[in-house]
């Protein structure tokens, strides 16, 4: 779909789902007006009403009657593409069959695998859903042309807080309008005190692990695992991987490196950032390296500047996380113990978590074969923008960069959206395509 463009749209119905918290859905609809497509909508709280409230459907029976209801929308309105938001959640779950089913075509958008300027947009799923090849030797015969550098999204986190919470807030008031309905996380207005608690864990916790970080970065370099954690509600965790909970993957992992790491190794979990105001492992991590007396080599850290600590670990250990894929990127041994796209031989190490520990200082991902999977994923998977920041300077109403070439036609014909000379600039830089 990336690759064919916005135009691949054209004389199409679109039938869109379930989106991003905020306006992009919204957004989207428009670009696809333009491009030549029918857009429908189908909401299922007020959350998805107030982003999207003019010509659009609302779904208010039981969750059960879900997939019925689908189908016969499917038909009936003779849909062409199906676009949703994340196919592991509940409301989504039953998408797959019913479009493979009557042979519609389907894409999911999700946050970049290549973040943090990028989004997903694959066909028929993301991540372990992917259609992408599993094949190294696929990849070792991709070109690996380098690619232009895309333009900068920049912060987003209050762009995704002002939109969570009206999210949360439209959905609270209109409760009662969607009695059934089941979101994928617990969805009332009081889910903005945990947004507090977690801006001052960050606080506090940055000054408390100042010191940790510098020996990472000095005499316990070369020397430390990472172990990046998932949010504990992670669709991607529940459905891609054989782990009950983040608790278990915690467990897991401990105990196998008490077992098989050598003993001047030391192994450092990371708290994933949007979860410190929801869940705190300390304990438990304290509890483990208790019981398997690895106190001293045992580190639980919240906040760690990744690009960094790339540079600094022996090996990367995740379930799925694009984390993973961004070690791989920064030339470190990833092990992943759940089921992801980018889980390849000759990429990604293959063997048992059990020998990681020993092979991890001899094993690098095949450079060849990496940078042919990087750009072949690039190139048909990501688009440059943000789900919930608009790119500054772009022509579509989505803030996205559908593709290089009619972004710079439109541009040409929209001189006045930008600054004297800025085009030129862009282009000198690289980031979009003369």
Same mark, same amino acid.
């Given at each position: 779909?990336? $690759?064919?463009? *916005? $135009?691949?749209?054209?004389?199409? /119905? ?27 909508? +189908?909401?299922?709280?007020?959350? %998805? ?15 059960? !009657? ?6 016969? +929308?499917?038909?009936?309105?003779? *849909? ?22 009557? !042979? ?8 970049? =695998?290549?973040?943090?300027? =990028? ?21 070792? $015969? @991709? ?15 209050? /762009? ?8 949360? +807030? ?45 020996? #990472? ?12 954690? @998932? ?13 009950? %909970? ?33 869940? !705190? ?49 920064? %030339?470190?041994?990833? $092990? ?13 190490? @293959? ?7 020993? %092979? ?30 608009? #790119? ?10 559908? !593709? ?31």
């Amino acid at each position: 779909m990336v $690759k064919r463009g *916005i $135009k691949s749209f054209s004389g199409k /119905h679109v039938l869109l789902l379930q989106g991003p918290l905020g306006p992009f859905f919204r957004r989207l609809g428009r670009d696809l007006e333009e491009s030549g497509a029918r857009v429908s909508k +189908i909401n299922f709280n007020g959350g %998805d009403w107030l982003f999207y409230p003019r010509r659009s459907e609302t779904y208010r029976g039981p969750m059960e !009657d879900w997939p019925e209801y689908l189908s016969q +929308i499917l038909t009936e309105w003779k *849909i062409d593409v199906v676009l949703m938001c994340g196919d592991c959640r509940p409301i989504h779950r039953y998408v797959r069959q019913q479009t493979e089913r009557l !042979d519609i075509e389907l894409g999911v958008f999700e946050e970049g =695998y290549l973040r943090p300027n =990028y989004i997903t947009l694959e066909q028929s799923g993301a991540n372990n859903y992917s259609s992408l090849p599993r094949s190294a030797d696929f990849y070792l $015969k @991709q070109s690996g042309d380098d690619v232009a550098k895309p333009l900068q999204v920049g912060k987003v986190f209050w /762009h995704a807080a002002l939109w969570a919470l009206l999210y949360y +807030i439209a959905s609270s008031l209109l409760r009662p309008l969607f009695p059934h309905y089941q979101h994928h996380r617990s969805l009332t207005v009081r889910e903005a005190f945990p947004w507090v608690r977690g801006l001052w864990r960050k606080c506090y916790y940055h000054v408390k692990e100042r010191a940790v970080r510098g020996r #990472l970065e000095k005499e316990y370099s070369g020397r430390f695992f990472l172990v990046p954690l @998932q949010v504990y509600h992670d669709s991607q965790m529940h459905m891609h991987s054989d782990y009950a %909970d983040v608790e278990a993957f915690i467990r897991n992992v401990v105990t196998d490196f008490a077992k098989n790491a050598e003993s001047e190794a030391y192994l450092v979990i990371k708290h994933h950032p949007m979860d410190r105001a929801y869940r !705190d492992y300390t304990a438990l991590c304290a509890q483990l390296a208790e019981y398997h007396g690895i106190k001293e080599r045992l580190y639980y850290v919240h906040d760690l500047h990744l690009p960094t600590a790339f540079k600094h670990t022996r090996g990367v250990v995740v379930v799925n996380s694009t984390v993973g894929l961004s070690a791989l990127m920064a %030339d470190v041994p990833v $092990k992943v113990c759940g089921r992801a796209m980018y889980d390849i031989p000759d990429i990604a190490y @293959q063997g048992l978590l059990s020998d990681f520990w020993a %092979d991890a200082p001899y094993y690098r991902p095949n450079k060849q074969a990496l940078q042919g999977f990087y750009t072949y994923l690039l190139q048909r998977t990501q688009l440059n923008g943000s789900l919930y920041k608009r #790119l500054s300077g772009t022509a579509s109403h989505s803030g996205v960069i559908w !593709d290089a070439p009619a972004y710079v036609s439109i541009l040409e014909g929209r001189t006045e959206r930008m600054r004297a000379g800025e085009f030129q600039q862009l282009v000198a830089k690289g980031q979009v395509a003369a």
